[in-house]
């Protein structure tokens, strides 16, 4: 490891998480620019050499999301054109994961067809945390490795000391992972019935399927932009009898009005990942961030050292 330090770079939508994952990794940060110009064109720049090297590339696909995007297809290509010999890419919230499907005629697939443009620039690894849809990972033909934030966001909840958990998914897509925070918290599992029926980013709740009455509840899901669903599910919570209810989510995407619906909810605290950094809201007392800055650095100091990465989940 010594003959081949790790490089890790900052984009322009991750610079604190890359400091931490920096820090935690104790190597001084790559040195390289964005520039944006006034007509929105964006232009990188690595500011030291890389020619041989394996690197690592942190940036956030988000807030402004295509921008986000782009610039890191132009640092995949400006890191594989300066002779660096693998480039790993960190995407700690792909956005365009909800993309996953064609469920009506006529649209595009999205996130295949950024899968194929982080290829074609020539990425030779993706690492990312809590996909929205696991088989995202088949898009791709290089390696990825999807991150969970389970254990961070796991222990802090633990260090709420909360009474009578139990764990609620929103949605049944989000069932299978909120069954593995019920084993690691030791607690109960309910699950919420939602219908969605547009793309407003609005759901309906129609039901809690499972026994909430007098306990503390933690709705568990891996992102919230508006809010909705999570200030929905609550109050739907304390109106079946749950003494108490609490919120964790992976990203926390968080969009201009998302602040006031879980204020206003009966939610108590909604504990929050440092993946997104860049929101366009000001954080009210409710919001907790953690950061898996740990987990990031982790991954890439054990692939670059070519071990495991699901020993860190076991």
Known sequence: MNDDPIMVFAGSGSPRLTARICEYLQI????????????????????????????YVVQTTVFPANDNF?????????????????????????SYAKGDKKDEPR???RARVCADAIEVAGADRVVTMD??????????????????????IGECIKGMHLQDIVIVSPDVGFA??????????????????????????????LQIIGDVKGKTAVVVDDFTISGGTLADVSTKLIEQGAREVYAAVTHGVLAQGSIEKIDRSPIKQLLITDTVENQPVQFSDKIKVVSVASLFAEAIKRIHNRESISEMFR
């Open 28 to 55: 001084p940060q790559g040195k390289n620019e964005t520039l944006r110009f006034s007509d929105g064109n964006t232009f990188v720049r690595i500011l030291e050499n890389v020619r041989g090297r394996r690197v």
């Open 176 to 205: 299978k992972q909120a069954r593995r925070y019920a084993s690691y918290l030791g607690a109960s599992i309910a699950l919420a019935d939602k219908e969605r029926t547009g793309h407003d980013e609005k759901a309906v709740i």
């Open 70 to 94: 782009m610039e890191l297809l132009f640092w995949i290509d400006a890191l594989k054109r300066a002779g660096a010999e693998s480039v790993t890419v960190v995407i700690p919230y792909f």
């Open 107 to 109: 649209v595009s697939i």
């Open 131 to 152: 996909l929205h849809a696991p088989q995202i990972q088949g898009f791709f033909h290089k390696p990825v490795d999807n991150l969970y934030a389970l254990p961070i």
